[in-house]
């Protein structure tokens, strides 16, 4: 772990130099990726450099453990207890620390939510939830854009589809991958009965083009026209996109988006998301079965949480949290819930020695 830290302190330094380099200055693209890996690195640093000089105390008091002053003794006996009580903490919070964070983690999101079983009560549910979000993003200061909207017939979203831009979106939106359930009244319910609808929510890490490591020549892009609600615009612009992936038969397509480029954008998110899917299951079954009994699949038919009103209560089943405090969740207070979650996810890591 002392290694791990020290290589860490290592490029950190380096870093540090580089940030002074007027090559590295005058150029805004590598300033900001050398700055942006600086600042993620100083914790991790700055750690490095208490738990070295923590080592040090510890090996001096010990030393002084062996005086022949019985005085010195007593007194190097408590520092030396202290330092290693101290010790012992820091190496469970570096072990955390080093854990190795998703190569996706810091991307931004396509987010789709769609209603479920529960009619139109099921769409309102459905914009419930995406006014929660979007709270939730206005509080981390991250932006949304709204690629495609189909409205209920009672209000709410049969279908919706979102980018959210930010620091680390996907670090923490990617576990709401799955299927959310409401019970509650419904405002048409003249009987006072709780009635349960359901919502389903599948988050995307957005791939920027250069990060896909596909051969383009390994792709067939088909265009064609939209299905569905849309006017004018979807009966006369083949503006829908299919992308099939030759060596794998693996096929995304998308028509959410209002035109092809975005089309494009949001198959090739799903296409990317759904080859390393496979390549992942096959080279780490085991590892990938545990992460999704952790984090959620995204399967459509997984409840993952759900969202008792009468009850003022908010139950997340993968890690059996439930908090009584609905009413602020919902209003974007999403915290205890995605803390919850990577705290979860951590904790299978380090069981998995994954540090």
Not at 75 to 81: F, L, T
Not at 168 to 189: I, N, W
Request: glycine share 6%; charged share 30%.
């Amino acid at each position: 772990m002392l290694n791990q830290l020290e290589a860490i302190y290592n490029r950190f330094k380096n870093l540090e130099e580089q940030l002074s380099d007027p090559e590295i200055i005058t150029d805004p693209s590598k300033f900001t990726k050398v700055n942006k890996e600086y600042g993620k690195l100083k914790p991790i640093a700055d750690t490095y450099l208490t738990y070295a000089e923590l080592l040090e105390n510890i090996k001096s008091s010990d030393a002084m453990r062996k005086d022949p002053d019985p005085e010195m003794r007593e007194m190097a006996q408590m520092e030396y207890d202290e330092s290693r009580a101290e010790k012992e903490k820091m190496d469970e919070d570096i072990k955390v620390m080093l854990i190795p964070k998703d190569p996706e983690d810091e991307r931004d999101i396509i987010m789709e939510i769609r209603s479920g079983a529960g009619g139109d009560e099921a769409a309102i549910f459905a914009g419930d939830l995406y006014d929660m979000y979007r709270r939730y993003c206005d509080n981390m200061g991250w932006k949304i854009e709204v690629i495609d909207e189909n409205e209920g017939t009672a209000g709410g979203y049969s279908k919706l589809v979102i980018e959210v831009h930010g620091d680390d979106v996907y670090s923490h939106l990617k576990f709401e991958s799955g299927a959310h359930r409401v019970q509650r009244v419904p405002k048409t319910e003249s009987q006072g009965r709780v009635h349960t609808s359901a919502a389903t929510v599948a988050v995307l890490p957005k791939m920027e083009e250069e990060d896909i490591n596909i051969n383009k020549a390994d792709l067939k892009i088909d265009t064609f026209r939209a299905s569905g609600a849309g006017g004018q615009h979807v009966n006369k612009t083949e503006s829908a996109i299919r992308i099939t992936h030759l060596p794998t038969g693996i096929v995304s397509e998308s028509q959410d988006g209002r035109s092809q480029h975005k089309n494009k954008e949001i198959a090739m998110a799903q296409l990317y998301q759904r080859i390393k899917n496979a390549q992942d299951t096959a080279a780490h079954n085991e590892m990938a079965s545990a992460r999704k009994s952790l984090v959620g699949s995204g399967d459509r038919s997984e409840k993952i949480r759900t969202y008792n009103y009468p009850q003022n209560r908010v139950t997340d089943h993968r890690i059996n949290l439930t908090l009584h405090n609905l009413d602020k969740i919902i209003a974007g207070g999403l915290e205890p819930v995605i803390e919850g979650l990577q705290v979860a996810e951590n904790a299978t890591k380090l069981q998995e020695g994954v540090v």
